[in-house]
């Protein structure tokens, strides 16, 4: 590794692909071999090996993170008139997933620490019309299921957990997934467990919603040709669920290495910066993201930019307060700690590959910066 960096990508996967190319390849050349490309061997096997993984009884892959919340919410039955409590710091993915069986998204404010959903804000939003809570596990960072499972038992509430940026993560012995109705999890590349194309599953261990998942994802089928409910298009594909597979194989030690590269960040900028991510105390933080907050965010992330080294904004605007959304009422000022993490958060480069050698050099602008 050079002494002078130029460059520090927000993320880069190239290392990965490189080592998994030709494992990968050769169950391409297999599947193709086969003549299996939806449904097949490798898919089934994936959700088994999933389920597993995750502690929970069955396992059912979908085409991607959204359709596996709004399957997840179809298969329990939420649907119009229904309303869902859920954060507003988060992917829109979340809420447009209420939205599209017909149900209503509320909002709940989040805490400050942790960036996930505040259990004592939602006691505060359930109504005679809440249905479910839809907690997000956000950044690799477990909500609190514990409390979350207590309020849904004393309001008969399901919970579908987003765990879309999560997978891997624990609270003490239970891993995401594995506690709510359904666990709902995105396989998109930039995930701590990522294909290269979309796709999703769902975790439960509710077997009478597994059979009814199994027809929502093939449009509502019973039997070839034969359907008595309106479903949709939402199959994971044998190449992308062979990739899967290998890459499951080494997810601990990929959830390890994000771990380190997170310590590494926190040491250096703990004094530095407004507040640095921490861990869930007996749990496992999967660190999908290594989001910060800082004061000047702004300036920081231009000075970051001109030094070429990549960051986001993850995510700079509630989904209270967006332009959708307007008709539901909310006003600036309601959910105050989410508003306030848009307005300072910022995500730095993390993968399981990033040199130490980036990290430093990262953590070395910032430090330049406030100085």
């Known amino acids: 590794m050079p002494d002078v960096i130029e460059k520090v990508p927000y993320l880069d996967l190239t290392k990965e692909f490189s080592e998994l190319e030709k494992e990968w390849f050769q169950l391409v050349r297999t599947t193709g071999a086969q003549g299996s490309f939806i449904l097949g061997p490798n898919v089934k096997a ?35 008139g229904d309303e869902v409590i859920t954060s507003p710091y988060t992917f829109f993915a979340t809420s447009e997933s209420i939205n599209m069986v017909g149900a209503t998204p509320v909002f709940a404010d989040i805490l400050p620490g942790t960036f996930v959903i505040d259990p ?6 359930i109504s005679k019309k809440t249905k479910a809570i839809m907690p997000v596990h956000l950044f690799g960072y477990p909500a609190n299921m514990a409390e979350l499972k207590k309020i849904a038992n004393e309001n008969n509430l399901k919970i579908i957990e987003d765990c879309a940026q999560a997978f891997g993560a624990s ?47 093939n449009h509502g089928a019973v039997k070839p040709f034969v359907h008595d409910e309106i479903g949709t298009n939402s199959r994971l594909d044998e190449v992308q669920a062979a990739l899967l597979r290998i890459k499951l194989k080494r997810i601990d030690q990929a959830i390890n290495n994000r771990n380190k590269v997170a310590a590494n960040y926190s040491k250096q900028l703990q004094d530095v910066l407004t507040a640095v991510p921490v861990g869930p105390g007996n ?68 993968y399981p590959d990033m040199p130490k050698q980036y990290v430093n050099h990262v953590c070395n602008l910032i430090i330049d910066f406030y100085k």
């Open 283 to 350: 749990g496992i933080h999967a660190y999908n993201l290594y989001t910060v907050r800082a004061e000047n965010r702004d300036a920081l992330r231009q000075h970051l930019t001109d030094n070429n080294v990549g960051t986001s904004l993850c995510y700079p605007q509630p989904l209270h307060l967006q332009p959708v959304y307007s008709e539901l009422g909310y006003q600036t000022g309601d959910l105050p700690v989410s508003e306030a993490t848009c307005d300072d958060a910022l995500s730095l480069p993390v």
């Open 46 to 80: 994936f959700e088994t090996e999933v389920a597993n993984y995750i502690g929970s009884k069955y396992a059912v892959s979908v085409a991607n993170g959204t359709d596996a919340l709004m399957l997840s919410l179809r298969g329990l039955g939420i649907g119009p």
């Open 171 to 217: 609270n003490g012995k239970h891993r995401v997934g594995s506690q709510g109705d359904t666990g709902c999890f995105s396989f998109y590349p930039t995930k701590v467990l990522g294909c290269y194309g979309d796709g999703g599953i769902i975790t439960t261990s509710n077997k009478e919603l597994v059979e009814h998942l199994h027809k929502l994802r």
């Open 120 to 125: 004592e804000s939602i006691r505060q939003k």
